[in-house]
């Protein structure tokens, strides 16, 4: 049985636990669940393996068609993570506030703001992005 609970649990359940030899098990797989609920982690680790997005270049401008872009040497950077992708020698640069990346990406034909938000357990919710040339004109984005 797994139970999850946040990190001030921790210290308790690791007492009661200690004379029946399952400490180990314990601390890991609670660190498990909080690491993964942090979403630079997930990144970092490689659970988020594609950037993917509607409209633009990649799709014709059509807003109903997705391309997704594998996510290549990420790195931790101050409060978030730098993270390349396979699209025009694509980079993004993300911070993390609360539950949402929000930062710049770079490709060789566009810049612009792309965030995306995840739920208490880390996984993707949703995504935008815009082209510094959109005037906030926002498209979807998405993390798989």
Known sequence: MLIEMGEA???MLRAKLQ???LELEVVVRIQKILASADPV???LSGRYK???WASGFANSGDPEKVSYFRLFGAKRVAEGVAVNFDWQNGSMELRL???TLSGRYRQDNATGHIEFT???RGEFVSGRWDDDTCDGHWEKAFMR
């Open 19 to 21: 004379d029946k030899g």
């Open 9 to 11: 649990a921790e210290p």
């Open 41 to 43: 982690e997930g990144i």
């Open 97 to 99: 506030h609360g539950r």
């Open 118 to 120: 995840f739920d208490a």
């Open 50 to 52: 594609e950037l993917g």
